[in-house]
């Protein structure tokens, strides 16, 4: 049973910082791609930003140049830094993942909200 355990969300200022981990658990599959998305509320969920098993890196272009996504080696934990967040940053944030096959994964999810 694959599982994807989210961490590092919480409350912070505006022009804060903080970063989230996504650690894979449970079998040694491999994926293609894992990534962060996240929700606000009464809205769809989003890409905010992916890695390839290859690193080719996506960035939603309202995070880009403020987020910086990466993983360890063994490529069993993706981190998502996350710098000068503002207050439409709020949201839940999924990690997410899929194999080779096609397969899809997603963790519980995060709260990270930005206020003052």
């Known amino acids: 049973q694959v599982q994807l355990v989210e961490s590092g969300g919480g409350l912070v200022q505006p022009g804060g910082s903080l970063r989230l981990s996504c650690a894979v658990s449970?079998?040694?599959?491999?994926?293609?791609?894992m990534g962060w998305y996240r929700q606000a509320p009464g809205k769809q969920r989003d890409l905010v930003a992916t890695?390839?098993?290859?690193?080719?890196?996506n960035y939603a272009d309202s995070v880009k140049d403020r987020f910086t996504i990466a993983r360890d080696s063994a490529q069993r934990t993706v981190y998502l830094r996350m710098n000068t967040l503002k207050p439409e940053d709020t949201a839940v944030y999924y990690c997410?993942?899929?194999?080779?096959?096609?397969?899809?994964?997603w963790g519980q999810g995060t709260q990270v909200t930005v206020s003052s």
């Open positions: 890695i390839s098993s290859a690193g080719n890196i």
């Open positions: 997410g993942a899929r194999t080779f096959g096609g397969s899809e994964y």
């Open positions: 449970g079998s040694m599959i491999s994926f293609y791609v």
